[in-house]
């Protein structure tokens, strides 16, 4: 039908709820220190960031087939109201497509990931958003059907547009909350996400520049939320001690020039978004 597409690999996507938002704006990259400046920009997806709906969620049971139905739907209807996510994978491995790949997604918030190419502040723009239906605290109810159409799509979507495969990562990973500089606001997909099935490298082991770029903290309530198994984590510390050291300069005080650079970077981005809504 019209609202179906196919793919060579077996991808089905539904476009029934497909909804416009905002154009996706031009992305400023940043170099991994200097100034607030950023070194280039960008304009189609360099990534993927995946999320969890923390909706509403029935047993995955034959009898409750109606009911994770009409669940599914209500979600996408939800969802395409908030323009939250390019892509919806419900329960039943269906994949749908929300907000059209050529525009922004309200997605990923305050966000940082870097790359070799430099350092991303705020994903809207610059990373696709694709959400499984299901919540965080049971991740592990994601069915395998979910797991199967999230491997279809990450592997159409990065062949569309080169994304490399250390960019296909997840909300918590990117997540930041700029009031008190930790990184984790949000913890959907703090442990669990299926990588190797989905086709992906095990990207919880890649530090976060969050932390050694731009001295974001966290506690202990994200530690428990990432069940303490992120090598990432710990490289990024020590990287940042690293480069304390080189620079002869104490943690505390290194992690506060850090910090101020993130702000400085925000409050431009900030100026810029609010600029553009006018």
Avoid at 29 to 58: D, F, R
Wanted: proline share 4%.
């Amino acid at each position: 039908s019209e609202t179906n597409e196919l793919y060579s690999n077996g991808l089905r996507i539904d476009r029934t709820y497909t909804v416009p938002n905002r154009p996706r704006a031009k992305f400023s990259i940043y170099a991994l220190n200097g100034s607030a400046a950023p070194i280039k920009t960008g304009e189609t997806p360099v990534g993927i960031v995946y999320h969890m709906s923390e909706s509403l969620v029935a047993p995955f049971e034959e009898n409750q087939t109606r009911r994770l139905k009409q669940l599914g739907r209500n979600l996408l209807e939800v969802i395409r109201g908030e323009r939250a996510y390019h892509y919806v994978i419900d329960r039943f491995g269906r994949v749908y497509s929300v907000v059209a790949e050529s525009d922004a997604a309200n997605h990923a918030g305050n966000s940082i990931w870097s790359d070799a190419e430099g350092i991303y502040v705020n994903l809207n723009d610059s990373f696709l958003g694709v959400s499984f239906e299901g919540q965080t605290e049971s991740s592990d109810e994601v069915t395998p059907a979910q797991i199967n159409a999230a491997r279809l799509l990450t592997e159409m979507l990065r062949s569309r547009y080169s994304i490399a495969a250390e960019n296909c990562i997840t909300h918590a990973q990117v997540s930041v909350n700029p009031a008190n500089m930790r990184v984790g606001n949000h913890i959907d997909w703090a442990q669990n996400f299926p990588f190797a099935a989905v086709g992906l490298p095990n990207n919880y082991a890649i530090p976060l520049a969050s932390v050694y770029v731009f001295g974001f903290k966290f506690d202990d309530a994200f530690l428990t939320a990432t069940g303490g198994r992120w090598k990432g984590l710990d490289l990024a510390v020590a990287q940042l001690e690293r480069q304390a050291a080189v620079d002869q300069t104490p943690v505390v005080r290194y992690r506060k020039i850090l910090q101020r650079r993130y702000q400085d970077i925000a409050a431009v981005l900030k100026e810029q978004a609010e600029g553009g809504s006018e």
